[in-house]
């Protein structure tokens, strides 16, 4: 079931047909190429099998990249095959392990592969000199459970920090709901049943420490949490307006500790003045903070309020 290609100029297409039980037609433009983005890669993942199962398996893979150790693989592994493009144009084989513990990827050497019933007609178009995109249309014409609506990505598309900032905005807003909604139960004596629905349908890693204390403790708690991400976002803002931030900016409207009219900018050379080490600036914010690399490559984050022990060096 299914037909998943990728070629070898770092494109991504599958066709739309979804088949449960292995022979009832559900739709013809379903999803099977799903984004993901986890510690240092944005990703495509492309599924092959009875529509059910991939179902199952994108929800046991979220499980597995955001929600920690899965409780167990509700569905069989080996009636689906797991194909990954990430944001370095590589290309990776999945297989799920018998414990259901992780994902086991397995680096193809060679952008250029299929997976699904139709890979056969897929890999010889493709080896014709056609694209993924056609080569999916290819395999649709042969196989009977590959057709409908073929979609298209390329790895181009794939944005990290981009990525990475969309997820801590959408978890912000979870948590800023989570905390309204908290605040709005404790301040009225008759949402007992509210503010018990409202804990029940909270992530558990939200509530896990904080189960035992009182609604005000909880209230600061979702905050802080809060904050956090809002931190967190904010830095990869920054990081992601570096290009923007080569414009010289002063800091001594920052600091008045004796260091005057000191101009950081993007690119500049400067030393601290504490361990007489030089950095080079990759970003500068006066209200954020500046993250500095030294000779080393070690990349470090400078708040505003530390600005005053750095120094142009002479």
């Known amino acids: 079931m299914t037909t998943v290609a990728i070629d070898r100029n770092g494109w991504i297409a599958a066709d739309g047909l979804a088949v449960m039980n292995g022979q009832i037609p559900l739709q013809y433009d379903a999803q099977k190429i799903f984004k993901f ?19 199952e398996a994108v929800e046991y893979l979220e499980e597995l990249l955001y929600g920690g150790l899965p409780e167990g693989v509700n569905f069989n592994p080996e009636a689906i095959s797991i194909v990954k493009l990430n944001n370095q144009g590589e290309v990776y084989l999945g297989q799920v392990a018998s414990s259901g513990s992780k994902i086991v990827w397995m680096h193809t050497g060679d952008n250029y592969l299929a997976i699904g019933s139709g890979m056969d007609a897929a890999i010889a178009a493709m080896h014709c000199g056609l694209s993924a995109e056609e080569s999916v249309a290819v395999a649709s014409k042969v196989d009977v459970h590959t057709g409908g609506e073929v979609t298209a990505f390329h790895y181009s598309e794939l944005d990290f920090y981009g990525d990475m900032a969309e997820a801590f905005e959408r978890e912000a807003e979870s948590l800023k709901e989570q905390a309204q909604a908290l605040r709005q139960a404790s301040s009225e004596e008759s949402c007992d049943e509210q503010y018990d629905t409202c804990l029940q349908e909270a992530p558990e890693s939200v509530l896990s420490d904080v ?3 009182d609604e005000e403790r909880r209230w600061d708690e979702l905050e802080s949490r809060l904050k956090l991400h809002r931190e967190h976002l904010d830095t990869m803002q920054s990081y992601m307006r570096s290009e923007r931030l080569r ?20 690119g ?4 601290n003045i504490r361990n007489d080490i030089l950095y080079e600036v990759l970003t500068f914010d006066t209200g954020l903070g500046m993250s500095v690399k030294d000779r080393d490559g070690n990349i470090e984050f400078v708040l505003p309020e530390d600005f005053n022990w750095f120094t142009l060096p002479k």
């Open 37 to 55: 983005t986890h510690e240092d890669e944005s990703f495509f993942v492309g599924m092959a099998g009875d529509y059910s199962v991939i179902l």
């Open 211 to 213: 189960m035992e204390e």
């Open 247 to 266: 414009d010289t900016t002063s800091s001594a409207d920052i600091n008045n500790n004796g260091i005057r009219n000191v101009e950081f900018h993007a």
């Open 268 to 271: 500049a050379i400067i030393r």
